[in-house]
């Protein structure tokens, strides 16, 4: 067993920290980190950890809590300072046997990467924008909030522990290891709890909290249940995106607030003050316990826990409306498309909404979202069409489902917008499908001078233990299958190519 390992069970042990018998801490140094592994069988319903809620480092329990409350400091931003003043402070603080087991930083989350670093491995792909934006907002935080705080705070902060680069290191730790602890908590660094791996879809342990010592105050037996949250941390509800149909964008994962993954379980009165690990999933003896960290897309995955997956089902790429935008005005007039694109919001449409920014997604089989289809048939529809459309819509307030649905085909007859699986039979026209190929070929663009074939070639000879080119070469190749899988979807549900098909068949 590593020495660390050895002085952080020596920790557990003096914060009351347990854990099963038949579960094992692997560690394997730094660079491929520590994982856990059960021993023998483990059985759906046993409990694999308790940990009591004192022993977590959060904005409540750290030695510099009335500092963080007095400087007004709450979220992510509180939580990296109480982790920046703990692992100051050395050997005098109650989680010295927790941090010196830690990393430095979380390496391979793009935050703590160069801007060259940044640059080389991912432009084109979704995060390249959001990195470098989150770079400079994570900078000014620093400004703002702590350099204020080494100058005349009242703690004497050590101006080496506490510089830019220290917050960006403290920030990579938060997003990729804190949980959601409880209201009173908030979210904090939990021991022991953040030593699970993620598997997408296939956990075996969930983290369970009992209700927050405040609602425990009122004697209400709610106070007692047991509630299941996920690994989830303040970046991915700050960043969360908001998409009309609910479904999470390529930087956003499940909402904890949108979760329907509660699991309810009674606790006794005396454990209240504690989180526990439960299995949900048997795990045969010798296989890693995983835990998930939510359903997300492996651009969400790189940039909160620096890490992507091969098989991410959740993965997506995001069409931004200013690129449709574009596209439609090389085509037609820039008058005319911004026409089309009103008519689109007075029928009662939008796309996901993010940080000022306005896209469509397209999920990992490459379907398009409903809402761009329905854009690029109005950019298509004949004037002759439109203007009918146009006296019938109203210019402004609220819509009548009835008239939201009068868009109308060929032949007059109305689409039935609220019932898309029927309505794309009418919305994918030929131009509507050659849009998409033109679409998916302007977004290609952004990923410069390799092609797909020449950064799979890339990604097979890249070893995992480089984990910023593999991470960032997963991501790339992901997103241009997705891309892949937008063309054929266009292509084969346009009738263009449905007949050259059948011509092609009947030649045979
Ligand atoms: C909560 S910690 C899990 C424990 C961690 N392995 C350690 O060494 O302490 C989260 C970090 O573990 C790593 N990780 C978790 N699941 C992973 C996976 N499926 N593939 C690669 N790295 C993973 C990533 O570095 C991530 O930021």
């Not at 099963?20 to 994982?35: F, Q, R, T, V």
């Not at 593999?470 to 241009?480: A, D, G, I, P, T």
Request: net charge negative; with cysteine; charged share 25%.
């Amino acid at each position: 067993m590593s020495r660390r390992l050895r002085a952080f069970k020596r920790w557990m042990n003096s914060q009351n920290i347990e854990y099963a018998k038949n579960i094992e801490i692997i560690d394997k140094g730094i660079n491929n980190g520590i994982s856990i592994k059960a021993n023998a069988d483990l059985k759906q319903g046993d409990i694999v950890a308790k940990i009591p809620k004192n022993a977590c480092l959060t904005i409540k329990t750290t030695a510099c809590s009335e500092m963080i409350q007095d400087a007004g400091l709450a979220g992510s931003l509180g939580l990296a300072v109480a982790l920046m003043y703990e692992k100051s402070i050395g050997e005098c603080s109650l989680w010295a046997g927790y941090l010196q087991l830690l990393p430095e930083r979380e390496c391979g989350v793009p935050l703590v990467w160069t801007l060259d670093e940044v640059d080389q491995f991912l432009t084109g792909t979704e995060l390249h924008k959001a990195v470098k934006d989150d770079k400079s907002l994570v900078y000014e935080d620093w400004k703002e909030n702590i350099l204020p705080l080494i100058a005349s705070g009242p703690l004497e902060l050590d101006p080496m522990a506490f510089g830019a680069e220290q917050y960006f290191a403290a920030k990579s730790l938060v997003s990729s290891r804190s949980f959601e602890i409880d209201d009173y908590h908030g979210f904090g660094m939990v021991p022991l709890a953040d030593l699970f791996n993620h598997k997408t879809g296939a956990e075996n342990v969930h983290f369970t909290s009992v209700s927050s010592p405040l609602s425990n105050t009122d004697n209400d037996s709610d106070a007692e249940d047991n509630e299941y949250i996920n690994n989830h941390h303040y970046e991915s509800t700050e960043h969360l995106s908001t998409c009309k149909n609910g479904s999470p964008a390529a930087l956003g994962g499940k909402n904890i607030s949108e979760s329907n993954d509660i699991e309810l379980s009674s606790n006794s009165e005396e454990d209240s003050d504690h989180l526990e690990m439960i299995i949900v999933k048997d795990v045969k003896a010798g296989d890693e316990v995983f835990n998930t960290y939510g359903s997300m897309g492996n651009a969400a995955l790189l940039h909160r826990y620096g890490f992507t997956e091969l098989d991410n089902p959740f993965d997506i790429i995001n069409i931004e409306l200013n690129m449709v935008l574009e596209w439609s005005s090389s085509l037609f007039s820039s008058r005319y498309s911004r026409a089309r694109l009103s008519m689109w919001r007075r029928i009662g449409y939008c796309g996901c909404v993010s940080q000022n920014s306005e896209y469509f997604e397209i999920s990992s089989d490459g379907e398009p979202q409903y809402e761009l289809l329905i854009l690029l048939y109005i950019i298509f529809l004949t004037d002759e069409v439109y203007d009918k459309l146009n006296q019938t819509v109203p210019s402004t307030g609220n819509l009548d489902k009835d008239v939201g649905i009068l868009l109308l085909h060929k032949n007059t007859k109305r689409i039935p917008l609220e019932i898309p699986d029927m309505a794309k039979n009418y919305l994918l026209t030929d131009n509507v499908c050659g849009a998409l190929v033109s679409l998916a070929d302007i977004r290609e663009s952004f990923y410069r001078l390799n092609s797909l074939r020449d950064d799979i070639q890339s990604l097979s000879s890249c070893c995992v233990r480089d984990r910023k080119l593999y991470h960032s070469m997963v991501l790339r190749v992901k997103e241009r299958k997705i891309l892949n899988n937008l063309r054929a979807y266009a292509s084969s549900r346009s009738h263009k190519y449905k007949k050259r098909a059948v011509l092609r068949k009947n030649r045979r």
